[in-house]
């Protein structure tokens, strides 16, 4: 067990199985170090159910915040499939947070910290990152929020 397997699970986090892309393209693409993560929406909760809705509306910032970090760990599961190991990141280097809002709601960074806070909590300083955070009037099948990412990994 690596260390950040080893750090998921003192944080008692199990990943999910990576997503397959809804459409035609291409889950993750490498060039030389990095690694550029497609969208992904929310992995499902430990109840099976996923967040769906506009923030503002069918969800609060908090919630928005849970989906973000369901979020975050789809995007894990996705860099594990891609390396075979979590420890090859060496760093989070820029992410795009897009959600679904209200046209009136105005909180988006609070709503993609969820996955920034995941982030660092699994990977330290080396998960602090560039960040957009940005709403949108709908996302792909109405989930709440989608985040794509560029990673600096190890051979």
């Given at each position: 067990?690596?260390?950040?397997?080893?750090?998921?699970?003192?944080?008692?986090?199990?990943?999910?199985?990576a997503q397959a892309p809804a459409a035609n393209y291409v889950p993750?693409?490498?060039?030389?170090?990095?690694?550029?993560?497609?969208?992904?929406?929310?992995?499902?909760?430990?109840?099976?159910?996923?967040?769906?809705?506009?923030?503002?509306?069918?969800?609060?910032?908090?919630?928005?915040?849970?989906?973000?970090?369901?979020?975050?760990?789809?995007?894990?599961?996705?860099?594990?499939?891609?390396?075979?190991?979590?420890?090859?990141?060496e760093r989070v280097v820029k992410l795009l947070g897009m959600v679904n809002t209200t046209p009136?709601?105005?909180?988006?960074?609070?709503?993609?910290?969820?996955?920034?806070?995941?982030?660092?909590?699994?990977?330290?300083?080396?998960?602090?990152?560039?960040?957009?955070?940005?709403?949108?009037?709908?996302?792909?099948?109405?989930?709440?929020?989608?985040?794509?990412?560029?990673?600096?990994?190890?051979?």
């Amino acid at each position: 067990m690596g260390a950040v397997d080893a750090k998921l699970n003192e944080l008692g986090i199990t990943l999910p199985t990576a997503q397959a892309p809804a459409a035609n393209y291409v889950p993750a693409v490498r060039t030389g170090n990095l690694l550029f993560l497609s969208g992904v929406g929310p992995a499902a909760r430990p109840d099976g159910t996923t967040p769906e809705g506009k923030v503002g509306k069918d969800l609060s910032k908090e919630e928005g915040y849970e989906a973000a970090r369901l979020v975050g760990l789809n995007i894990l599961a996705r860099i594990k499939d891609e390396t075979g190991d979590l420890d090859k990141v060496e760093r989070v280097v820029k992410l795009l947070g897009m959600v679904n809002t209200t046209p009136d709601f105005s909180e988006h960074p609070s709503v993609i910290n969820g996955c920034s806070d995941l982030l660092v909590e699994v990977f330290g300083d080396k998960g602090r990152h560039a960040r957009s955070a940005v709403g949108f009037v709908s996302l792909p099948f109405h989930i709440p929020v989608e985040i794509e990412m560029i990673v600096q990994v190890s051979n």
